[in-house]
């Protein structure tokens, strides 16, 4: 057991929250870290802005021996937590590079003599030798990390500094440590416990959860659709923000707003300071009801009646949503959050994504070109354009994230020219030739796939038939989330969804264990090898050649689940893909895996609902499925369904379905996705894709005749 543990606590922590705090209880999560902290465990702490951190580490402080030392990288904000320290006669001091040595050392002093409980300090100040040697005679009795996030390259808030922490921890003697950040996806919280090197740490994600919000994710799959559902919503709640991807489509998308009588505004990075500072200022006035943007708007939106917020196409990552989603009833009245969801959007944000991450050999393509046109003083005043143009790349987005990328190591160095939009150049290391630039290509590659798994991510979600509050806390990593009552999925539900019970728990989790046997686990996540069909087969322990001969009669798992029949699997993994518990990944041939839910799900976790089929039915509904003969009116109808599927994807209509295809849905007439699954010529993808409108027809024309 480790020295932590036999920490002695020099006072309660329920009394000092009350005499120097003056608090009465404590906010949401924060019992539980505290518990945690003065029981002397290393620890990661993710709560929101506001939600109540600073207490975490401070009333722990004064509670321990000893002196806590507290991290945090704005000086300005350093100074303010100090000030308030100290009204609160709590012994606290800051050391930063605003203070001179001498003092600086009279401080160190102080700690060494008990003169102090909390010291905040700089990160840069971890960098000099001499500052860690002085802190080896000091008995730190806790190491907090504020805004921990900033020791991730991935993270939004990078700083190198950071970096050196964990070194520092061990230099002097790996005091106990907690991090605490108000954002962090899975990935940076675990390059957290790595950069400082936790041990055996607690993690308490806590406080994300909206209640007040109700989530809604819309399937929508042309234009009119989309506008036909805005005009509904902005009809109904009035005041709201509008997220579009692109500055064209603000400008679209507020022109027809505006066309409808509605007083709006639009918002993007394409309009100059003077423009959108004003717009803002029309929009917290309320002078207008609407605002239309793209992501660059809302930072300091401080309007708290914002009743919707509807997303007209998919954002790029399941952060960035709630981020701009969380905009909406900040006055803690009721709001809605719409998505409108069509799957050819993500295409404009693998496009932001390829201008994000411009590589290497595009970074040293702009950098030769800089080289190239820079005047004798080593400058240039070109355009984005014109600098997209020279270094023969195609992507503007790509060179303005070059451009950044050279800046920040110091490359290059960007300046406003008075008097023009455009900025200039000017090289700091003209010698350094494109070739000997010093880019971290691996961190590059990295960095270019997390942000593709953040979008797949964010995907998953918007196909999955979950609770949405509830899928989001669970990625953000909140444990034990609950379903919210108030999302569509809640909403609809029918009272069909439910939990399992421990026999279909234990089916479930046998089932993915055959996916995970016949999947492959990168670093970035699950990936598929086979499709449904094959895993089903494995599972029934089919001896079929094409099972025989990939060697799937070896696996573990193989006829594990033979009992069920083959058609109540198929049922139940189509429910386990509504659920999000399994994913399927649309290519050349659709292949089936895990997704993270599903993989917490074979683990053991039981924090999930389904719309469970009926044992048996499956098998006998696709035994059912009969040739009904060939109606023209029937034929007729639907093909006029794939007429408009298919202009809505913008592709012939053949690649929706073929008329054989066509005409065996008229004559077998199936009544869901499953059973339209045994109509020759309809696949997995292909029936998730565009299906429904299909059986749509049919039921109706069903109920007709
Ligand atoms: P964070 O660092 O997470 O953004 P803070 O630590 O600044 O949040 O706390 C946010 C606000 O909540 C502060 O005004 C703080 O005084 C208040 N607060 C924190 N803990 C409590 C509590 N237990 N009871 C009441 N108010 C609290
Ligand atoms: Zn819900």
């Not at 606590?9 to 005499?19: C, D, G, N, T, Y």
């Not at 936790?198 to 819309?218: D, K, Q």
């Not at 003969?629 to 369904?641: C, E, N």
Request: charged share 30%; glycine share 8%.
């Amino acid at each position: 057991m480790s020295a932590a543990l036999t920490k002695k606590l020099i006072r309660q922590p329920v009394e000092a929250l009350e005499s120097h705090f003056g608090h009465s209880g404590f906010l949401d999560g924060q019992d539980r870290v505290i518990e945690q902290i003065t029981s002397g465990r290393d620890g990661l702490v993710v709560m929101p802005t506001g939600g109540g951190k600073s207490l975490c580490y401070q009333l722990p402080a004064l509670c321990f021996e000893g002196v806590t030392l507290v991290v945090s990288p704005l000086i300005a904000l350093m100074k303010d937590q100090v000030d308030a320290l100290v009204a609160k006669e709590i012994p606290a001091t800051l050391i930063n590079s605003t203070v001179a040595w001498e003092e600086q050392k009279d401080r160190l002093n102080g700690m060494r003599d008990g003169r102090y409980k909390l010291v905040y300090v700089a990160p840069e100040r971890f960098r000099a030798e001499s500052f860690l040697r002085a802190l080896e005679g000091v008995e730190v009795s806790l190491f907090a990390v504020d805004e921990a996030h900033c020791l991730s390259q991935w993270g939004h808030d990078f700083r190198p500094d950071y970096l050196r922490l964990g070194k520092a921890l061990r230099k002097i003697g790996k005091p106990q440590c907690v991090a605490l950040t108000a954002t962090a996806t899975p990935a940076v919280r675990a390059d957290i416990l790595e950069v400082l090197g936790l041990e055996n740490p607690f993690e308490v994600v806590s406080g994300f959860s909206r209640p007040n919000l109700s989530l809604a994710i819309t399937a929508v799959d042309k234009k009119a659709q989309k506008l036909a559902r805005l005009r509904e919503v902005v009809g109904v709640h009035k005041t709201g923000i509008i997220y579009c991807a692109t500055r064209k489509k603000v400008e679209e998308v507020s022109e027809t707003l505006a066309s409808w009588g509605m007083r709006v505004i639009a918002y993007h990075g394409g309009m100059s300071d003077s423009e959108r500072e004003e717009a803002q200022n029309v929009f917290l006035r309320r002078e207008a009801d609407v605002a239309v943007a793209t992501n660059a708007f809302g930072m300091g939106i401080d309007r708290a009646d914002v009743r919707f917020v509807i997303h007209y196409e998919v954002p790029g990552s399941i952060e960035a949503y709630y981020q701009e989603a969380g905009r909406a009833g900040r006055d803690g009245e009721a709001a809605v959050c719409e998505l409108l969801f069509n799957y050819a959007d993500t295409r404009t944000q693998e496009f932001f994504i390829e201008g994000a991450n411009p590589g290497a050999q595009a970074i040293r393509d702009v950098y030769r070109f800089l080289l190239d046109a820079a005047d004798g003083d080593h400058e240039l005043h070109r355009s984005i354009e014109d600098i997209t143009d020279g270094s023969g790349l195609k992507n503007s987005m790509a060179v303005s994230s070059a451009l950044a990328s050279l800046a920040r190591s110091g490359y290059i160095e960007r300046f406003d020219v008075p008097g023009k939009r455009m900025r200039g150049t000017r090289l700091r290391k003209p010698d350094v030739f494109p070739e000997s630039l010093d880019l971290n290509e691996e961190a590059l590659e990295e960095k270019e796939r997390r942000d593709r798994e953040k979008l797949k991510a964010m995907v998953e979600m918007c196909y999955a038939r979950s609770c949405r509050q509830q899928w989001i806390l669970e990625y953000f990593g909140e444990e034990d989330a609950e379903t919210c009552g108030t999302c569509d999925v809640c909403r609809d539900d029918g009272g069909d969804d439910r939990e399992p019970t421990d026999e279909e728990h234990l089916i479930v989790r046998k089932a993915l264990s055959g996916v995970a046997r016949m999947s492959r686990k990168t670093s970035s996540g699950w990936e598929g090898k086979f499709g449904r069909g094959k895993i089903v087969m494995m599972l029934m322990g089919s001896r079929s050649q094409e099972v025989v001969a990939a060697g799937l009669d070896q696996l573990s798992t193989y006829g594990l689940l033979k009992d069920q029949g083959s058609g109540y699997l198929n049922a139940l993994f189509r429910a386990m893909g509504d659920a999000g518990l399994v994913r399927t990944e649309a290519g050349e041939y659709p292949l089936l895996t895990l997704s993270d839910r599903g993989e917490r799900v074979m683990q053991g976790g039981r924090n999930y609902r389904m719309s469970w089929p009926e044992r048996g039915v499956g098998a006998v509904a696709s035994a059912d499925l009969e040739d009904r003969g060939f109606d023209p009116a029937l034929y007729s109808a639907l093909r006029d369904v794939r007429t408009k599927v298919a202009k809505a994807e913008g592709v012939p209509p053949y690649v929706v379905f073929n008329n054989r295809t066509l005409e065996a849905l008229a004559r077998y007439q199936p009544r869901s996705l499953d059973e339209a699954l045994s109509v020759p010529g309809i696949g997995e993808v292909k029936a998730q894709r565009y299906l429904r409108g299909f059986l749509a027809v049919l039921k109706d024309w069903k109920a007709a005749n």
